[in-house]
């Protein structure tokens, strides 16, 4: 007989030590240093399962974790505990499917403040709310949005190896933001493809591009359609300009410094970090040093900032 149903597994036996596991790089105190990262932590935590993650913690800290991968709506991880063979781990969050997607670029897109962000490698807090305007909430409302899975015989849920991944999964956000777009189905080159096209600029552009660009818009001299163009949708300041009827100069100049459309009641935040560029960059291969080398980078910018 065994104690699983008394939730005793905490103290199966100590993990098996492991090389060239995936360490976090917090050594003590909270995990996460992004508004992103955090958030997704909050958002665990609030689900009541505070205390169950915590035993995660000292796993992600002593690189238990061999081997993270995410994907559109999965993440899967590899991780050691005191059995010989590591455990294989799998959390699943649904992907939004293509057409809210599209909503969602054509918000972003038809905000230069977003796009400029994005483009930058850089997620504004100010996305959490687009997204939940859009119908698309960007991080689980609820812990049944969560399916968690571990190859362990511990019956809680989630258990420290489960725990452990949320951990490193937080870090893993930090590094690369575009990585929480990427579970949520939209990868990085993908999303800023899709906003480059939507905001009129070359997408992938190589050296035809601008030849390409000209012919998808107007067709060659004396063919049948030789003076038909094709409308673009508008993006930008011309979006919000699209809908007004057209006034005199005369007959508008004393509302010609007014906006269009309201403003928002406060400034978007513009503050960026000096690592900015190392998460646009995205981490280095495994081969030169991947995460590690990032980390030292990382404070290397920090101290040139001062």
Same mark, same amino acid.
């Given at each position: 007989?065994?104690? +699983?149903?008394?939730?005793?597994?905490?103290?199966?036996? %100590?993990?098996?030590?492991v090389?060239?596991?995936?360490?976090?790089?917090?050594?003590?105190?909270?995990?996460?240093?992004s508004?992103?990262?955090?958030r997704?932590?909050?958002v665990?935590?609030?689900?009541?399962?505070?205390? %169950?993650?915590?035993?995660?913690?000292?796993?992600?800290?002593?690189?238990?974790?061999? %081997?993270?991968?995410?994907?559109?709506?999965?993440?899967t991880?590899? $991780?050691?505990?005191?059995?010989?063979?590591?455990?294989?781990? =799998? $959390?699943e969050?649904?992907?939004?499917?293509?057409? !809210?997607?599209?909503? $969602?670029?054509?918000? !972003?897109?038809?905000?230069?403040?977003?796009?400029? =962000?994005? /483009?930058?490698g850089?997620?504004?807090?100010e996305?959490?709310?687009?997204?939940?305007?859009?119908?698309?909430?960007?991080?689980?409302?609820?812990?049944?949005?969560?399916a968690? =899975?571990?190859?362990c015989?511990d019956?809680?849920?989630?258990?420290?190896?489960?725990?452990?991944?949320?951990?490193l999964?937080?870090?893993?956000?930090?590094?690369?933001?575009?990585?929480? /777009?990427?579970?949520?189905?939209?990868?990085?080159?993908?999303?800023?493809? =899709?906003?480059?096209?939507?905001? @009129?600029?070359?997408?992938?552009?190589?050296?035809?591009?601008?030849?390409?660009?000209?012919?998808s818009?107007?067709?060659a001299? @004396?063919?049948?359609?030789?003076?038909?163009?094709?409308?673009?949708?508008?993006?930008?300041?011309?979006?919000?300009?699209?809908?007004?009827?057209?006034?005199? /100069?005369?007959?508008?100049?004393?509302?010609f410094?007014?906006?269009?459309?309201?403003?928002?009641?406060?400034?978007?935040?513009?503050?960026?970090?000096?690592?900015?560029?190392?998460r646009?960059?995205?981490?280095?291969?495994?081969?030169?040093?991947?995460?590690?080398?990032?980390?030292?980078? +990382?404070?290397?910018?920090?101290?040139?900032?001062?």
């Amino acid at each position: 007989m065994t104690d +699983r149903g008394n939730g005793r597994f905490a103290d199966y036996g %100590r993990p098996r030590r492991v090389e060239g596991g995936l360490r976090a790089r917090s050594t003590r105190g909270a995990i996460g240093r992004s508004w992103w990262s955090r958030r997704f932590l909050e958002v665990l935590e609030s689900f009541a399962l505070g205390t %169950r993650l915590t035993r995660g913690r000292s796993y992600a800290r002593a690189g238990q974790v061999l %081997r993270l991968d995410v994907g559109p709506g999965v993440v899967t991880a590899v $991780v050691q505990g005191s059995r010989a063979q590591p455990y294989q781990v =799998r $959390v699943e969050l649904s992907a939004f499917p293509p057409e !809210l997607w599209s909503r $969602v670029e054509e918000e !972003l897109a038809g905000q230069a403040f977003f796009s400029a =962000r994005l /483009l930058a490698g850089d997620l504004p807090a100010e996305l959490e709310e687009l997204f939940a305007a859009a119908g698309a909430p960007l991080f689980p409302g609820g812990v049944d949005e969560l399916a968690q =899975r571990c190859s362990c015989p511990d019956f809680a849920v989630p258990c420290k190896h489960l725990a452990a991944t949320f951990y490193l999964l937080a870090e893993a956000f930090d590094a690369d933001p575009f990585q929480l /777009l990427h579970w949520r189905g939209r990868s990085r080159a993908e999303l800023l493809d =899709r906003l480059r096209a939507l905001r @009129g600029g070359p997408a992938g552009a190589g050296p035809d591009a601008p030849a390409a660009a000209l012919a998808s818009t107007v067709d060659a001299p @004396g063919s049948p359609a030789g003076d038909a163009t094709v409308d673009a949708p508008p993006a930008g300041a011309a979006r919000a300009l699209a809908g007004l009827p057209p006034a005199p /100069l005369a007959e508008a100049v004393d509302r010609f410094w007014l906006p269009p459309v309201p403003l928002p009641d406060r400034p978007p935040n513009l503050a960026t970090g000096p690592d900015l560029l190392l998460r646009q960059l995205g981490a280095p291969a495994p081969a030169i040093g991947g995460p590690g080398l990032l980390e030292r980078l +990382r404070r290397a910018y920090r101290l040139l900032g001062r």
